[in-house]
C-alpha cells in the first residue's frame, strides 16, 4: 500500500521566515510527487516532480525530489501572511492515482 | 474554463434523508475522482471513474454510498441514509491523462452536515 507521510504537521513562523516542509513516501512504481496549497477551500496545484534533483521554481516557492531517499521537501522563503494554508503532499505509483499525507499546517504571523 | 464545479456548496440535513452531491469536471478530462475530507482522517480516496466507467471503489465508506456517471460531464456522490458521521467536505477532482494525468484538479467541494 502506497504511503506518504508529512512532517512537521503544524508550523507557525513570523513573516519574513523560511520554512521547509517535508515529504518522505513509499510507492509502488513510482510516478512522480505533487504539491498542493489548501487554503479555505479546495486544494490547488503548486509543483509536480518527477526527476530528482531538479528543483521546480515558483516565486518563494522551490521543491527537489530526492528518489534514492524517497523524500521531497517544500521550501518557501520570506514568508507571508498568505502563505498561511495546509500544504498537501501527494504520491502517484503505476496507477497514476495520487496517495495523498495527512498535510503540514502552516500559520505566517505578521 | 470554468473549473470542476459542484453543488451545492453547502448542504444541512437530518439523519436518515437522502443526500446528492454534483459535481460538472474540467471539459476534455478523462478521469474524475470523489473525495472526502475530514480533520481526523485527512482527505480520502472514495471512488474514481476513467471515461465514465468506475474503476475503484474501494474507498466508499459503506453500501449507504453510491456514484454514478451518465456522462463526460456529470457524476454524482449519494448518501442514503445519511448518518452524522458523514459530516465532511466532499471534493470533485477531475484530471487528464495524457497531460500529466496525476495533476488533479479540485472542485470547490460541498460542505456537508448531518444533524
Known amino acids: 500500500e502506497d504511503k506518504v507521510v508529512q512532517s512537521p504537521l503544524s508550523l507557525v513562523v513570523h513573516e519574513g521566515d523560511t520554512v521547509t516542509l517535508n515529504c518522505s513516501y513509499e510507492?509502488?512504481?513510482?510516478?512522480?510527487l505533487l504539491w498542493y496549497k489548501q487554503e479555505k477551500k479546495a486544494p490547488t496545484f503548486l509543483f509536480m516532480l518527477?526527476?530528482?534533483?531538479i528543483e521546480k521554481k515558483s516565486g518563494r516557492l522551490s521543491s527537489i525530489l530526492d528518489k534514492k531517499e524517497l523524500f521531497s521537501i517544500l521550501n518557501i522563503t520570506a514568508t507571508q501572511t498568505g502563505d498561511s494554508a495546509v500544504y498537501l503532499c501527494?504520491?502517484?505509483?503505476?496507477?497514476?492515482?495520487?496517495?495523498f499525507g495527512r498535510g503540514t499546517s502552516l500559520i505566517v504571523h505578521p | 474554463d470554468a473549473g470542476v464545479i459542484q453543488s451545492p456548496r453547502h448542504e444541512v440535513t437530518e439523519m436518515g434523508q437522502e443526500v446528492t452531491l454534483r459535481c460538472k469536471p474540467i471539459s476534455g478530462h478523462d478521469y474524475l475522482f470523489w473525495y472526502r475530507q475530514t480533520m481526523m482522517r485527512g482527505l480520502e480516496l472514495l471512488i474514481y471513474?476513467?471515461?465514465?466507467?468506475?474503476?475503484?471503489d474501494s474507498g466508499m465508506p459503506e453500501d449507504r454510498f453510491s456514484a454514478k456517471m451518465p456522462n463526460a460531464s456529470f457524476s454524482t456522490l449519494k448518501i442514503q441514509p445519511s448518518e452524522p458521521r458523514d459530516s465532511a467536505v466532499y471534493f470533485c477532482?477531475?484530471?487528464?491523462?495524457?497531460?500529466?494525468?496525476?495533476?488533479?484538479?479540485f472542485g470547490p467541494g460541498t460542505r456537508l452536515l448531518v444533524l
Open positions: 501527494a504520491v502517484a505509483g503505476g496507477s497514476y492515482i495520487p496517495t
Open positions: 518527477t526527476s530528482s534533483g
Open positions: 477532482a477531475s484530471s487528464f491523462r495524457q497531460g500529466g494525468g496525476e495533476t488533479q484538479y
Open positions: 510507492v509502488t512504481n513510482f510516478r512522480s
Open positions: 471513474f476513467n471515461n465514465n466507467v468506475p474503476i475503484d
